[in-house]
Nanobody, 123 residues
Framework: VQLQASGGGLVETGDSLRLSCAASGLTFSRYTMAWFRQAPGKEREFVAV????????DYRDSVKGRFTISRDNAKNTVYLQMSSVKPEDTAVYYC?????????????????WGQGTQVTVSS
């Protein structure tokens, strides 16, 4: 199984950015997919999740209304559209895959992880 995250970069406050995570080696349509992030000196935290069963989504409060998670099962890819980014969004963003049908926010419910992509927001 391989999860390849991409799309990170250096942006300014208020900009938009789209992260992608291409999956291979698994039946993508049967996996709940999520994004987590980790800032320097901080623990990894949940950002957003999309269920495989009905594509229901869930977000951490600080990104609601600014970030959108989506998936394209035909392309085995999950996306994170980030808008109105803030300096506090600066982190390494990781995609993750879970066999669970529920939309978990807990990192240990995820079976596979991507390598991470750096997002840096300048003020």
């Amino acid at each position: 199984v391989q999860l390849q995250a991409s799309g990170g970069g250096l942006v300014e406050t208020g900009d938009s950015l789209r992260l992608s995570c291409a999956a291979s080696g698994l039946t993508f349509s049967r996996y709940t997919m999520a994004w987590f992030r980790q800032a320097p000196g901080k623990e990894r935290e949940f950002v957003a999740v999309i269920r495989w069963r009905n594509s229901n989504t869930d977000y951490r409060d600080s990104v609601k209304g600014r970030f959108t998670i989506s998936r394209d099962n035909a392309k085995n890819t999950v996306y994170l559209q980030m808008s109105s980014v803030k300096p506090e969004d600066t982190a390494v963003y990781y995609c993750a895959a879970s066999k669970l049908s529920t939309s978990s926010r807990r990192y240990f419910d995820y079976d596979y992880w991507g390598q991470g992509t750096q997002v840096t927001v300048s003020s």
